[in-house]
């Protein structure tokens, strides 16, 4: 089993700055790409930025120049740096792990989810 803990969500005003933090624990072989998704009230959940092993970043275009996705190999945990965070921004922000585990191959797996709130 494979637990991924998401940190540092929060509220910020318009134009401020937040970082995410996700750490995957348990047992698996190695993790494949990590990333974040995110879900505003009365939307599908949607892709804000993936990163492989090897940090090779992807990026939803309406977060591109703004938020910056980075990964820490050893630690298993992959981060989320926003900037200039908008009121289009708010949503429960997801980690991904696509893990890949000697019993079950590849698998994805999620975080619980961090609360992510623009507001003046």
């Known amino acids: 089993q494979v637990q991924l803990v998401e940190s540092g969500g929060g509220l910020v005003q318009p134009g401020g700055s937040l970082r995410l933090s996700c750490v995957a624990s348990?047992?698996?072989?190695?993790?494949?790409?990590m990333g974040w998704y995110r879900q505003a009230p009365g939307k599908q959940r949607e892709l804000v930025a993936t990163?492989?092993?090897?940090?090779?970043?992807n990026y939803a275009d309406s977060v591109k120049g703004r938020f910056t996705c980075s990964r820490d190999n050893a630690k298993n945990t992959v981060y989320q740096q926003m900037n200039n965070l908008s009121p289009e921004d708010p949503a429960v922000y997801f980690c991904?792990?696509?893990?890949?585990?000697?019993?079950?191959?590849?698998?994805?797996?999620w975080g619980q989810g961090t609360q992510v709130t623009v507001s003046s």
């Open positions: 991904n792990a696509r893990v890949i585990d000697a019993v079950t191959g590849t698998r994805d797996y």
């Open positions: 348990g047992k698996f072989v190695s993790i494949n790409a």
């Open positions: 990163i492989t092993y090897g940090t090779r970043t």
